[in-house]
């Protein structure tokens, strides 16, 4: 799991109805779902229960697509901190107490020379001194063959503007897509794999394929994520 966010976690609740799943999770966003809001505790009531697996914040798995015991890993998946905040749900005495480096997370997959990077949300912060860790997402997004990348809004001030909130992209932890230091500015321009914005929110006015910002992220060489895509590498 990428994060606490209610977009990232809210379909656990659901997935409970069809069959067992594990869920890899930081230490601090498990917390968060075990210990901060108990509607989360339904999934030990699954039949079988949900099963807990920790993540490190710098951890790499061997990942399998089937249940055969001892089998080589088909694909590695590595996380990647990206550092930001908690949750605005969830209570301050909690948030200070967890470490940062586990509040956001991308995600890095091999498999032999191919390469995909994961990253619904990419905080504001990531330059700072306090998230250095993540400054790599750059390097994985330009060495990886696809990018599934944030592009939850088009301008800082999407959801003043649109009246939805007081707050500003940045500050729930999203880099928007345009304006100085935007995720348009700072994507790698030497990159050669494919990038696809996701986590788009419906303030977003790329989706609109008649708007300038739809276009103006394609002419940068972005694709826009929609249902059922299907890619080959």
Sequence with gaps: MPGADVDSVAGLLHLREFQSFFIFATPGVQRILQKENRIFRVLDRAVPPVKWVPLSSKGRLGCHLDEEPGAAPEFLCTTVPLGGAYPEYVSEELSRSLPPEEATSGFAIHQGDKRIF????????????????????????????VSFIDGTFWSDDELIQTGRSKKTARHIGHTPLSGPDGLLEQYPKSSKGRRILIHINNTNPILDEDSRQHHAVLDAGFEIAYDGMEFDI
């Design 118 to 145: 994961y990253a619904p949300s990419i905080p504001a912060d990531t330059k700072s001194s306090a998230s250095s860790a993540s400054a790599n997402w750059h390097s994985l997004a330009e060495n990886s063959n």
